[in-house]
């Protein structure tokens, strides 16, 4: 019992990353984790879960907060975001998986030479790495991307699939050091500053921080492109998956003519379930459909913000907070004046024109914390590294050229 109780106990000060670090703080939330999700695929398991859960949850915060994955190394700072936010997904999947009275069902399977028979070990392991829940009960309603890659073989759709991944990677690194050059000394920085320049006119300022808003989702794209396209690679030539079972993430958010067909369809939907659970649900059985919908954009702010914590303690929740509930009333205000018809060319000027506006306050409170100035392990390996820079300071320079002008 003592053991256990030492386990769980909360740290109160962080250990570097080890071999041993890393089994005694991560693998416990891991285990608890696959643990629940055996547990819910069984009829009558429920007793267990609950007592399993608040363990679970012990030992995910004890990792979050007593791993220090950068090795006390301010620009590998990211990766205590990536163990953070794991070990809040873990918290929060389980307790999805603790109070659900049935069990889940797999109701599509892998096809061609794959064994069609359930497999507990495999839907498990398949429960725990599926946030969007692909061919679970549980995910009625998911839009899922029409396929780009070539199916034919597992070997041409990986072949397929890592050049694309190659190719975000290359993005991501050109547009990291883009945005870094309008203000290396402040944004670009790990200190943070704000994007909107006070020393330019308005017109011109919010010009500027546009661009860098807009920049800036592009990097967030490519980053979870490049992200995703490696594990699909790793899933289907080592792990033997189908390309059926590694759908797209995205499908050109770019394109979308409506705010609701950019964040249910377009935009990826990894965290939908969870921001339904924790506040589409709850608010919808208050205040019915408006309150569902503003209930999951509310969560996803609050979670976006417990993101931006580790970088700046004293970022203020509002920041994250309103740019995701003004998304929520966008799309209201959308279907009362248009209900579904939201369309064409008018429809995807009042989309871009919605997100860039309170795109601006989102990318602004993530400037702050200095997560724009944090380290790309891209950046110094792209070839048109410096002329990209050069570019960019040529064009900040016109604009406070111009801004200078009687």
Request: one cysteine or more; glycine letters at 8%.
């Amino acid at each position: 019992m003592l053991p256990l109780l030492d386990g769980l106990r909360l740290p109160t000060t962080k250990v570097l990353l080890t071999t041993e670090s890393f089994a005694s703080r991560v693998f416990p939330p891991l285990a608890c984790s696959l643990a629940t999700a055996f547990l819910v695929l069984l009829p009558g398991t429920q007793p267990v879960r609950i007592v399993l859960w608040p363990i679970t949850a012990s030992l995910a915060f004890r990792a979050a907060t007593s791993l220090d994955m950068s090795m006390e190394q301010p620009e590998l700072a990211f990766l205590n975001i990536q163990l953070q936010i794991s070990m809040f997904l873990i918290v929060a999947r389980t307790l999805e998986w603790t109070v659900q009275t049935k069990p889940f069902v797999r109701t599509a399977r892998p096809s061609s030479t794959d064994v069609p028979k359930r497999n507990l070990v495999l839907d498990t392991i398949d429960l725990v790495c599926n946030l969007r829940g692909c061919g679970w009960d549980w995910s009625q309603g998911l839009y899922i991307p029409p396929e780009t890659h070539p199916t034919s073989s597992r070997l041409a759709f990986a072949t397929s699939v890592l050049v694309s991944g190659l190719k975000h990677l290359f993005l991501s690194g050109v547009i990291h050091s883009a945005m870094k050059s309008f203000s290396p000394d402040t944004f670009g920085s790990l200190d943070g500053g704000t994007i909107f320049d006070d020393s330019l006119p308005p017109h011109l300022r919010y010009l500027r921080s546009s661009i860098i808003a807009t920049l800036y989702a592009f990097n967030i794209y490519s980053l979870l492109q490049v992200g995703y396209e490696i594990t699909v690679v790793i899933c289907v030539l080592i792990l033997r998956q189908h390309p059926d079972q590694c759908p797209p993430s995205f499908d050109s958010p770019w394109c979308a003519t409506s705010l609701r067909e950019f964040w249910s369809r377009r935009w990826h939907q990894w965290f939908r379930r969870m921001f339904i659970f924790f506040g589409g649900n709850p608010l919808y059985l208050l205040f019915g459909r408006i309150g569902g919908v503003m209930g999951a954009f509310l969560v996803s702010g609050f979670i976006h913000h417990l993101v931006l914590l580790p970088f700046d303690p004293s970022s203020e929740m509002w920041r994250m907070m309103l740019p995701f509930g003004m998304m929520g009333i966008g799309m209201v205000i959308e279907r009362a004046v248009a209900g579904n018809k939201t369309g064409g060319w008018m429809g995807w000027v009042w989309t871009m024109c919605w997100l860039v506006l309170w795109g601006n306050v989102m990318v602004d409170g993530c400037a702050r914390t200095g997560t724009l100035g944090g380290s790309n392990v891209f950046d110094s390996a792209t070839p048109v590294r410096q002329p990209i820079e050069r570019l960019v300071r040529t064009f900040d320079e016109y604009l406070h050229a111009i801004g200078r002008k009687p």
